[in-house]
């Protein structure tokens, strides 16, 4: 079910119903209403997905019942291997499998060895990265003893398919998450009338912004050979676009989704294009997976604390390791390898953490060092974005030699004339929300009702008017 | 108190949507150029020339033979042939025309045209289509009415919606009043009766065609059986046609059969005319998949013949 579909339009306020009156005050009923009601969410992409999440949340729920139950470190380290060998092993078979069966065939084929074999015809379920991460991060916690198992196999099933962020985040860590389903929520004006304004936020960006920026770049990805060094960086910029707001508007769908239901999820993205230098940008961007790699890999391998030879290796192994999560093909890992390449020079020398404040703190305007900085740093991340994109890593390699030997004096524009006067709404409204959660909240704690409400129904109407009118997926939901 | 504060002031917001999103819609139609406004469309005339053919409808009696369908019918049968042969028709096809829209034209002309057979043109895709295209050619060139709503309410799309709105005001305000859609819009020419000549053959009409085929969407199967009830109800004779299109088209179109066309050929009744009436590529028609004026003579004739041998014509009246 999308979040950007009839069906979801449908489904939200039937479950916000039931959650509320039919759930009353007893906290048990609310948990199994919502863990009902995200089983069919889940479901309602392929019943069969539904057995993997339940196999994987009971592995986890039983390896921590039984973690809190033992004190013998051989028994826990064998528990904490159990969950780490099912989780990522589901992972590897359902994700990577074809990937190692090719790269096989293709090392053989170096050493003048040829033999075909044939796919393996397997569906990768929505969202496994996702809960994968979510369950492991439980298994991880309880084992190192910075949580308490949980005893409420309802608590921890909901808490693993908690619609909401199920199949593409925000990757919430157990012990920030699992605690609130044994709360009773309460209902808040506030926090649900500002989810709402989220929601209505991410909307916006993807089916406005990120599925008209799609249909651009697919065409300019799918002709590269065709257009000019522009036209390439026009079509490497219009992806950064969709890519952001594809993703960060479902987590703002997800983030403002789970406040009507009273739960608080971690922020996801927070303004990451007007980052000065690619450690801030990568402190902004896609927040849950970059901390959880930084707990559960970055920091057990030593982090940043050894030699260089160690940063650097530490470094390499979390971004390429970043990649590969994103996706079984070369050219992620690739995406990895660049932006590690880009990261290193600040880890380096020491100046990783020298924009910790958001940009133009306080100010209207930024100054124009931030703002050439800003744009050099925008410039990596497409550089690096074009590997993301591509099919293959031939059609990487030749896309950046045409951007940067192809003519800068010819530029075949958006097929959309409206695209070019909608993006820059959205930048003008996610820089004056820069500083918040999300981008609406300034306005909905400052301006005037009428005001507000002009704006909100505005956006309503840009939606009626530019969204893309077929069934566009979130990209996220391929990892 | 809080929810219910929340639950009023969301009613209230959604109310104001409702309210001020189609005064949005007109007015952004109004102030910028329609090709700006990337879900408002507003096909005046259309390809089809539907605006003429509806006109045309207007005070027009009974015939012997109604055809429905797709851009393959209106370019495909001509009125004139079956006039010859000794039977009144109209031809009812419209661009793109799906089974959601068909439904539409049949309960609105059915009982004026109190046809004694309709020949209803089909292929593969006809439960695929989304219906958008042709909702939009009605929009522009047909009244707009609560029909009109029920259609787009079906096909469930934001720019057949938003076209509606901005369709409905300018019918409102008179400004198409005064279109008056050119008979002749080379190579086409609109022939009374619906049909619209296309009197060119291409040069290559060869080339690999990659249709889209798959489960039919439910909107539209559910509409296409309606239609077909309809037709019984009212005892009307239906003949389900396919229409000759390219060598390459149908081959494509039949490699990977859609569950409509495997529904189609297990029917005794689908006429499939492809192969029929000895038509050839490079002579008979001007795409891959319509027939310039020379394959729709021979065709239409090959129609009749075959239709006679079955003994599905009517009585002329």
Known sequence: MLFNSIDFGLFLPIVFILYWWVGGNDLRTRNVILLISSYVFYGWWDPRFLVLIA?????????????????DERSRKFLLWTSLAVNLGLLAYFKYSNFFLESFVDAFSLFGQRFSVERLNIILPVGISFYTFQTLSYSIDVYRNKMQPTKDPVAFATYVSFFPQLVAGPIERAEKLLPQFATLRVFRYDKAADGVRQMLWGLFKKMVIADNCAVEVDRIFGQYHEFSGATLLLGAVLFAFQIYCDFSGYSDIAIGCARLFGFDLMKNFAFPYFSRDIAEFWRRWHISLSTWFRDYVYVPLGGSRGGTAMKVRNTFIIFIVSGFWHGANWTFLAWGALNALFFLPLLLSGRNRNNLRTVAHGRWLPGAGELVRMLFTFFLTCVAWVFFRARNMDQALGYLKGMFTGSYLEIVGPTMQSLPYLLIFFLLLEWTGREHEHALQRTGDRWPKPFRWSLHIGIVSLIGLFMATGETPFIYFQF | MEMRRFLKQLALFALACVLLYPLVVVACSIILPLSFVKNVKHPLGGNGHMRTRLAELKGHGPVDVLFLGSSHTYRGFDPRIWEARGYSSFNLGSSSQSPVQTELL????????????VIYEVYGVLGNLDGVESALDLIANRKVDLASLEMVLRVKNMLAFNSLIYGATRQLLGVDRSFNEPLLNPPDQYIPGGFVEHDETAADTTATVRTTVGGPKAFQWNAFQRTLALLKVQGVRTVLVEAPTTRPFNTQLHADPSEVDQWLRERPDLLDMNGAAGLVD?????????????????FNNALINTLAERHLLPRSR
Not at chain 1, 58 to 70: E, P
Not at chain 2, 106 to 115: F, G, R, T
């Open chain 2, 282 to 298: 490079s002579i008979h028609f001007y795409d891959h998949d319509h027939m310039s004026q020379k394959g729709v003579v021979l």
């Open chain 1, 55 to 71: 196999f994987s949340t009971l592995v986890d729920y039983v390896v921590g019942v039984r973690l809190g139950s033992t004190s």
């Open chain 2, 106 to 117: 049949v309960k609105e002309y059915l009982d004026q045209l109190e046809p004694q057979l």
